[in-house]
Nanobody, 121 residues
């Protein structure tokens, strides 16, 4: 009953910027962890950034200082501001959340459909 819808991916030149958005919809009590992962062919899905409901954040070393994750709890939306993009950032980016559905005390792990980010050299 919980869905994540991503937007903001596209083609950008090296050194450019993009802002990804992920909006949660459906019936849930709250969202705890929210984050962004990325994956390229032949490699494991990689954590890019995560943010807890209280605002604490973590970043992969490869994006530290270039990417910023934020969230708007009132809108159930998480964002990823990506600056100084490099060709090696090219990947499918997936939104991820831990949701608590109404009437439960269990976390439901939810993934978005993915949005492609392509950085030209």
């Amino acid at each position: 009953q919980v869905q994540l819808v991503e937007s903001g991916g596209g083609l950008v030149q090296s050194g450019g910027s993009l802002r990804l958005s992920c909006a949660a919809s459906g019936t849930f009590f709250m969202l705890n962890d929210m984050g962004w992962y990325r994956q390229v062919p032949g490699k494991e899905r990689e954590l890019v950034a995560r943010i807890i409901s209280d605002g604490r954040t973590n970043y992969a070393d490869s994006v530290q200082g270039r990417f910023t994750i934020s969230r708007d709890n009132a809108k159930s939306t998480v964002y990823l501001q990506m600056n100084g993009l490099k060709p090696e950032d090219t990947a499918v980016y997936y939104c991820h959340a831990l949701a608590v559905p109404v009437g439960t005390s269990r976390y439901l792990e939810v993934w978005g459909q993915g949005t492609l980010v392509t950085v030209s050299s």
